[in-house]
């Protein structure tokens, strides 16, 4: 058993989303401008991912000096204990610059090789979804409410969710299809937020591919200490990025799991 | 010119959206019984609907008891003066029994076979898009703003928005995606908060088709208000429903027309 106290690292982690919150909200649904990360294609950055990096970075400066952080904006950062903070300043860029309000800034602390503390701040709603080992918490209008997910175990009752059914590639649509044609419901365009929900009790069931490690980290604490759980498509460690399936319960994932595996990228 | 004052319209749908908040609220992210309106598919509608819609009608017995009333939920009610009520008391029920925070409430005043008086609420935000002929504004967080579109006019620099793309039938799923390939950008699942999004400025194109009367007649005129236009897909009155597309600016909409027309109903 771990003598891991999280303690200190969710007060951190406050003190980051807090700055991050700060940082953003005066861009959100500003005139902004607009930059391209890629030559070929749409992925857009903006003064407002990079001020939430450095918000979070100046926190750690302060307060976690010795711990490391990869952000996705400026990238790696080596700490000296074995620690690292795990950061997209703004996941969902995309809706972002739409003015819709279902971007996220995720947080992740990574210890032992895996995410412990993991943090999905909405700022324009004003809502954190925290977990930890252990637990998850919604904090919202000053008040906290415990998060569980809904516990749904067969896919014929559960609420499916992806960000964009186009960006799978030709097996994973077709075993993305199979999924959402079994499943009772599915929603569209909600990035990390969709994980949030999935904690939260709406959403049962998320699947993605081709996430970065700055995607996954922050949502698994969430989700597992909410009651979920989260693997790529053969059922294993997602917290490198990937494909990722999330799951309001073990015997949801072992429904979809067949269903995903002819393709699966291992 | 009209001598139509929008004012003491205005008040009555402030009052109807708060009523609306009120009765809903509670229900948001508690468990839900959900019924399916539908024998075949699925089309959910829950106790938050029907309260929100009796509370509304409440609000008209009160305040406007000689107006006509149209809802989703508990159809026609005929009025002595020739206007009418139309009002959606949960738009994107899907969205309000999966968490997410993107349902509506439609609230639409018609006189003279037109909607001139529309709100858009969204009550677990607390924004609420309101339009009137002239004008436009967004109300959050105790602070008004005027809406108005980015006016882009060209579709290569538009982000598009539609709900979900598997909701097109042949000829309109092409006609779709001959826009959205040229769009710069497309975000999924927003029902109508992707028509307050435009009148916001940051979405600048929105495609749907199958609306209801009671979909579309809340949003055209808070679009209009804020500079954009709202046509069916052959460039003629939306107001009854069916396939709409609603644009950021008269040029936009020109550009879109053509690839819209194949697959236009009339």
Known sequence: MSAYDPAGDIRTAHLMADAARA????HFRAPLDVENKLDAGFDPVTVAD???EEAMRAVLARHAPD?????????????TNGRRWVLDPIDGTRAFISGLPTWTVLIALEREGRPAVGVI??????ERFLGWPGGAVLSHGGEDRPLRTRGTRSLDTAILSTTDAN???????????QVRRKARLCRFGYDAYAYAMLAGGGVDLVIESG????DVQAFIPVIEGAGGVVTDWSGGDASGGGQVVAAASRELLDAVLPLLAPAAAR
Chains 1, 2 share one sequence.
Do not use: M, W
């Open 23 to 26: 940082a953003i909200l005066p």
């Open 50 to 52: 990079r001020a939430s």
């Open 67 to 79: 711990d490391g952080i990869l952000g996705e904006e400026f990238g790696e950062t080596a700490g």
């Open 121 to 126: 701040d909405q700022p324009h709603i004003g």
């Open 167 to 177: 960006l799978f590639a030709d097996a994973e649509a077709e075993a993305f299809e």
């Open 211 to 214: 996430l970065q490690v700055y």
